[in-house]
């Protein structure tokens, strides 16, 4: 064979020409950023497993929320840490003191204009940490999907009353899109859109964020609910199912161990895709970036690029507030 005439590599040989041809783009417009809010007026507290991460008093979260807005990032996604957990998890639903709702407040004075997204679930609110309510089958203590479903409609109104943008429900209850979708609307809420963790995976890769938001399950697991990690054409029912109960986004859960699902996905359904960069890819990635074995920047760089090439339309991660000083470098 002659050497070829067409030689990949001139295109590669400068920057220049390298950003002209680069199929994927990475823009802190494509970020959301989690935050943590814990009860309690002074709290700052760092999660050991999350370096750089912390759990916030609502004052602090307004402080956090307006420097990633000065950084460009647009969007925050909340979750919740009650002063008080019951079997229920009613701190959910409650307008005037519950923990979500009371930041809410905070941050609509606070940022104005930031984008401002719930993570709608039980599992940080009950004392049994499981995503919903309990009853008992032979003996076994399970979810039961539909007494949950009320709950979570309660939660998403009461979130939505408050200032919430957009309610992302992330427990994998069969019907929740739909639940949700209804009592927003009956409430005045059909403006509010729907981001559905439709192929969330029982993944060991959410070790960090039970430690983060105190929401690991008191005995058992979530198998049976969540979705097995060797399946992907159940990923494809699971988005359709939650497309046509009325989700606006779509999301894929884990992130970078499951990016042929965010591929397929992209592929079959061609609607907004998020993918969510779990806690455990975030402390895998600050693990050895703190033992000097893996360079951060172009790491994170790297990541997140792939997850964007994969098919992702916005990514939420950790990496955020970084990513958006890297990029305005
Ligand atoms: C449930 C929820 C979890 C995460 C987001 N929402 C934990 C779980 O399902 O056990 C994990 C996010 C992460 O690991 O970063 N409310």
């Known amino acids: ?8 590599s001139r295109l590669r040989a400068s920057g220049v020409l390298r950003s002209l041809v680069r199929e994927t783009t990475l823009d802190v417009r494509d970020l959301v950023a989690p935050l943590f809010v814990h009860h309690g007026e002074n709290l700052r ?25 000065e950084l460009g990032v647009r969007a925050v996604l909340l979750f919740g840490i ?22 809410l407040r905070v941050l609509r004075q606070a940022v104005p204009e930031m984008l401002l997204l719930t993570d709608v679930c039980f599992c940080e609110y009950t004392d049994h940490g499981h995503c919903g309510v309990l009853v008992e089958r032979q003996g076994q203590l399970v979810l039961d999907h539909h007494a949950t479903c009320a709950n979570l409609a309660r939660q998403a109104v009461s979130h939505a009353r408050a200032g919430a943008d957009l309610v992302a429900p992330s427990g994998m209850i069969d019907g929740q899109v739909a639940a949700i979708r209804q009592a927003l609307d009956a409430a005045g809420f059909s403006h ?40 992907s054409a159940e990923a494809l029912r699971e988005v359709r199912q939650d497309l046509e109960e009325g989700a606006d986004i779509v999301m894929v859960k884990p992130a970078l161990a499951y990016l042929d699902v965010v591929r397929r996905v992209k592929d079959a359904f061609h609607v907004p895709l998020a993918a969510y960069n779990v806690s455990g890819e975030y402390a895998l990635v600050k693990a050895a970036a703190a033992r000097g074995w893996l360079d951060e920047k172009p790491l994170v760089l790297e990541i997140l690029t792939a997850l964007r090439r ?12 970084d990513l958006a000083r890297w990029l305005g470098e």
């Open 45 to 69: 507290r760092e999660i050991a497993s999350m370096p750089g991460q912390f759990q916030l008093g609502a004052e602090h979260v307004g402080e956090q929320a307006r420097r990633l807005f």
């Open 82 to 103: 009650p002063a008080r957990k019951d079997a229920q998890g009613s701190d959910t639903w409650d307008d005037q003191h519950g923990v979500i709702q009371q930041a």
């Open 192 to 231: 509010v859109p729907i981001m559905a963790y439709s192929a969330k995976y029982a993944s060991a890769f959410y070790g960090p964020f039970r430690e983060a938001a105190e929401g690991a399950p008191k005995f058992g697991d979530r198998r049976s609910h969540q979705m097995d990690p060797a399946n």
């Open 310 to 321: 994969a098919g992702a339309d916005l990514i939420i991660t950790y990496h955020a507030e």
């Open 1 to 8: 064979m002659s050497f070829p005439t067409v030689r990949l």
